[in-house]
């Protein structure tokens, strides 16, 4: 009340006394200040800061490898997918970025950041918050010729255009006795992140792994974004590419190759991250990095020796790759961020056990997988609700010992 | 009891009064949205990255005298203009023209709390010839030249020939399923004959006279709706009537409602992209049932906001399957939602095919003018059952239904105007009858003798295969499995050496391969 009294008296200028001046000017410029301060966290979209300090997520020998090797740098997640869309939009014409917030906001988790400065307002498109409407315009541009990139801010709103994605994108190639393709790329954060509760931390590979006509793809690093993006937006098929947020800051080592534009990674071929004889862990997304960090601990305090797989893609599932590997270490063990049932893990087992690797297992197979119930808030929950690397080591040993 | 109760209850406040000490003796963990405890504390009130946001500048505190003048004043300096003027207009707009008042095109204030519910009134329906054929006064008759009228008049008295003959065999169980267009014959044949060759085609599934009306022919039709080899559009793999025809732009049937209005919105927006289609249009068919789906709301709002050129055709039959539109909205029809979303909308006699035409030709012109959608809702009657699934006559009377096909059929319509123009006649009538007749027969049973596609066509297409690229092993593996199976059982087993026969190769081309397709 006493500031408003004051600024009253500013817009009279009959009144005015030098003194009062500049006490109300004061005044004024602090309120607003406060205003543009309470105006920028306000447009600030959910909770983006990470609650735990930032951690390595790479194992420490991969770390020194990447700096004492010259060819080598340094790459985001956030850079390389940005990179990705970049050089394909550069290449293609027909590519075009849409979504929530892609264009003018740098998109929600800046992903898209700098393309409509390079592109312009029809090839990178903010549309109304209507999932179902961008994802089936999509849909429809890629069955009129395009090749869009649709990004849902994250992959738990896409839940509203399923429809869109499953019935109408993965099936009317199929339906339309294979005249008509559907070449769009579904891209967004999926997966649990960081304080975002029940509704915002849900791993949605198994729900798209099991349609037939979608590929899926759960990348892991720098090189893996780059190398599968690329090659989701090329792909004549529809793709959904499932990021992960907490990856997005992440640095991986890059080579010159991976940075070429003319690096493609297949879809559909699994990577062996790490060699082992002992156990064979398959994973995807995050859970590459515990994974890989539980392998070193393993290797260190108790000599064994952990093969970890990188799945890279859901769908189609590269289970050679996986048979070999369980061939050679006899256990299997999956380590997912998702729920227990029916998803990804359970798929491997059951196809392992149907394969003929199944006679080489020494041990039943094993799931690690999220706890099996709607995420919880709360961060001590949370922590408890998601494998991390201490775990990883805790099943594997008493998967070998016992 | 109540002791446990009460020990229990002690016990519980313990333990939050434990945990409470604790967060007060440690409290490591940051604040949700904060900066981490680490950070040093700073003075500064904006994000660096973000621009200055204009802060609002507090209202003047005006004293009672200063006010009291100003309204002199206010009175004196505010020019007058005759109320509904072009000067009164533009000051009304510049009026609007402040940032914070975009969304509404063209509002002034008022002191009168004034509520509404419609944006006009009530939107009238255009029509060229009333029930009986006659001119309505004050109209003119689109540009027809008398081949065009005579080949939409073809395809509306085919269509009826084509679905009865459809529905009777899906009664005998020799098709699965079907849907007839009785009764919107007119509206479906007349918006068809307004599109050009180059554009697009989204239909519902009630649309297969605009199929036929720009060139599909019966052959492919009714391959189609049996699933047999000749069936290029959809190799056996869709219901009946979900026809696909993409060297036509008719874009695939899709059974869930309303999701072809997105797609709809998706290639009006790569045709305005596309300068090497500048100038076609996309056309995209639903019904009144349809536009009560969430996804009618999503394509018309994508398209109003982002432009290409649509056409937003709604057939108001009067019913979703059993529902009446009665029990489906309660505002002004589905033309009234046009304005809401800022597209040119015009509500249409469904059963005047003229009048159909000449609407949808305008609405095509300002689509492809303006890049933008424009909304035609006509008004017509579905004479015939929602589908082979349902009978109508649980919830409507037959003798309603026969009441339309004799006091407003739209093809009698039709056909009293060609009449007046002197361009059709009784004989010509029987000729044409006739004829549909014995073609429509001669493609049924045609149709019907030929073989199932190849059985190998069950697993081709899920992806498509880039150039070099593998079929995935998943398909494969199936493929070899039912090959295995067929080799086992497919001469020994009855039933299926019976099935074999009826596709062509008999299943050979799944026995004889490794899986990885023909």
New interface residues.
């Given amino acids: 009340m006493a500031s408003?009294?004051a600024?009253?008296k500013v817009?009279?200028p009959a009144s005015v006394s030098a003194r009062a001046l500049s006490s109300s000017t004061t005044a004024?410029s602090s309120?607003?200040?406060?205003?543009?301060?309470r105006?920028?966290?306000l447009?600030?979209p959910l909770?983006r800061?990470s609650?735990s300090?930032p951690k390595w997520l790479v194992g420490a020998e991969q770390r020194r490898l990447a700096s004492s090797d010259e060819g080598v740098t340094q790459m985001t997640v956030r850079e390389a997918l940005n990179s990705a869309m970049e050089e394909e939009m550069n290449r293609d014409e027909t590519v075009?970025v849409m979504g929530e917030e892609v264009a003018r906001y740098n998109g929600a988790y800046k992903i898209t950041k700098g393309l409509l400065d390079k592109f312009g307002e029809?090839?990178v498109?903010d549309?109304?918050i209507?999932e179902?409407?961008?994802?089936?315009?999509?849909?429809?541009?890629?069955?009129?010729?395009?090749r869009?990139v649709c990004e849902f801010m994250t992959w738990n709103f896409a839940m509203q255009a399923i429809?869109?994605i499953v019935?109408?994108g993965g099936k009317?190639?199929?339906?339309?006795?294979?005249?008509?393709?559907c070449?769009v790329t579904f891209r967004g954060p999926n997966g649990a992140a960081a304080?975002v509760g029940a509704q915002h931390s849900q791993d949605y590979s198994a729900w798209y792994g099991s349609v037939?006509?979608l590929?899926v793809i759960s990348p892991w690093s720098a090189a893996d974004c780059r190398g599968l993006l690329k090659a989701a937006i090329?792909?004549?098929?529809p793709v959904c590419f499932l990021e992960n947020e907490l990856l997005y800051g992440v640095s991986f080592p890059i080579t010159k190759e991976e940075l070429s534009e003319d690096f493609l990674l297949p879809i559909?071929k699994a990577k062996v991250e790490k060699e082992g004889s002992d156990v064979t862990i398959v994973t995807h997304s995050k859970m590459v990095t515990h994974s890989l960090e539980a392998a070193e601990l393993l290797e260190k305090n108790e000599g064994i020796k952990v093969e970890v797989i990188n799945l890279r893609s859901i769908r189609?599932?590269d289970?050679?790759t996986i048979i070999n590997s369980v061939k050679k270490t006899n256990h299997l063990v999956t380590v997912e961020g998702g729920f227990p049932a029916f998803g990804v893990g359970s798929e491997i087992i059951a196809q392992i056990c149907e394969s003929p690797a199944f006679d080489f297992l020494d041990a039943p197979p094993e799931r690690i997988t999220g706890a099996d119930v709607p995420t919880p808030y709360s961060?001590s929950l949370e922590h408890m609700a998601f494998p991390d690397t201490s775990i990883i080591v805790k099943v594997l040993k008493r998967h070998l010992c016992e | 009891m109540s002791s446990i109760l009460l020990k229990r209850a002690k016990t519980g406040s313990d333990v939050i009064n434990s945990i409470h000490r604790q967060s007060v003796i440690n409290i490591t963990?940051?604040l949700?949205?904060?900066?981490?405890s680490s950070t040093p504390p700073t003075h500064h009130?904006?994000?660096p990255t973000?621009a200055?946001?204009p802060?609002?500048v507090?209202l003047?505190?005006f004293s009672p005298d200063?006010s009291a003048q100003q309204g002199i004043n206010n009175g004196e300096a505010k020019p007058l203009y005759v109320p509904g003027s072009q000067a009164d207009r533009l000051a009304r707009v510049s009026r609007m023209s402040s940032p914070l008042r975009r969304g509404s095109h063209e509002s002034w204030w008022s002191g009168e709390m004034g509520w509404f519910n419609a944006v006009a009134k009530t939107i009238p329906t255009y029509r060229v010839l009333d029930e009986e054929g006659h001119l309505v006064k004050g109209t003119a008759i689109p540009e027809i030249t008398k081949e065009e009228a005579l080949a939409m008049y073809r395809t509306m008295t085919l269509i009826p020939i084509v679905d009865n003959i459809l529905y009777q065999s899906q009664r005998q169980g020799r098709i699965s399923f079907y849907m007839q267009c009785a009764g919107e014959e007119a509206a479906i044949v007349g918006s068809s004959a307004a599109m050009l060759e180059g554009d697009?085609m989204?239909g519902q599934y009630r649309e297969s006279a605009a199929l036929l009306h720009r060139g599909f022919t019966l052959d492919a039709m009714m391959s189609q709706c049996f699933g047999n080899v000749e069936?290029?559009?959809?190799?056996g793999?869709?219901m009946p009537v979900?026809y696909?025809a993409?060297e036509l732009g008719f874009?695939?049937i899709?059974s869930?409602l309303a999701?072809q209005?997105?797609?709809?919105?998706?290639?009006?927006?790569?045709?305005k992209?596309?300068e090497d289609r500048q100038g076609d249009c996309v056309i995209c068919y639903f019904g009144d049932g349809a536009a009560s789906e969430?996804?009618f709301?999503?394509?018309l709002?994508?398209n109003s906001?982002?432009g290409g050129p649509c056409i937003w055709f709604c057939r108001n039959n009067g019913f979703a399957i059993s529902t009446p539109i009665i029990d489906q909205y309660a505002g002004d029809g589905i033309a009234s939602r046009g304005p809401a979303y800022g597209l040119d909308t015009i509500r249409v006699d469904g059963n005047d095919a003229l009048a159909v035409l000449s609407a949808v030709r305008e609405a095509r012109k300002r689509a492809v003018e303006g890049k933008k959608g424009v909304l035609v809702e006509a008004m017509t009657y579905r004479v015939g059952h929602h589908s082979t699934s349902d009978d109508s006559s649980m919830y409507r009377r037959v003798e309603e239904v026969k009441e339309w096909t004799v006091v407003d059929n739209p093809i009698h319509r039709f056909r009293a105007f060609l009449a007046s123009k002197s361009w059709w006649n009784e004989t010509s009538e029987k000729d044409l009858i006739t004829s549909h007749k014995s073609k429509v027969m001669k493609a049924f049973s045609r149709a019907e003798k030929l073989p199932k596609p190849k059985l190998g066509e069950m697993f081709?297409?899920?992806?498509?295969?880039?150039k070099g690229d593998e079929v995935?092993?998943?398909i494969m593996e199936q493929r070899a499995e039912l090959g295995r199976l067929l080799k086992k059982y497919g001469d020994v087993w009855e039933p299926w050496r019976k099935e074999r026969k009826r596709f062509v190769e008999e299943g050979m081309d799944v026995m004889d391969c490794d899986g990885r397709g023909s």
């Fill in positions: 408003r009294a600024v009253s817009l009279r004024t309120v607003a200040n406060k205003l543009v301060g105006n920028a966290l447009t600030t909770a800061v609650r300090e075009f029809d090839r498109i549309t109304p209507t179902s409407g961008f994802a089936g315009m999509a849909v429809g541009a890629a069955l009129a010729g395009l869009p429809d869109q019935n109408s009317t190639y199929y339906m339309s006795g294979g005249n008509v393709p070449p304080g037939p006509g590929k090329r792909d004549p098929n559909g189609p599932l289970i050679d961060e | 963990r940051s949700i949205t904060g900066p981490p009130h904006t994000t973000a200055p946001l802060s609002p507090p003047p505190f200063v697009e989204f069936d290029v559009g959809t190799k793999r869709m979900h696909s993409p874009h695939t899709t869930p999701t209005m997105p797609q709809a919105a998706g290639a009006a927006y790569a045709l992209l596309d969430g996804d709301h999503a394509a709002g994508m906001v982002l081709n297409d899920v992806w498509g295969i880039g995935p092993a998943v």
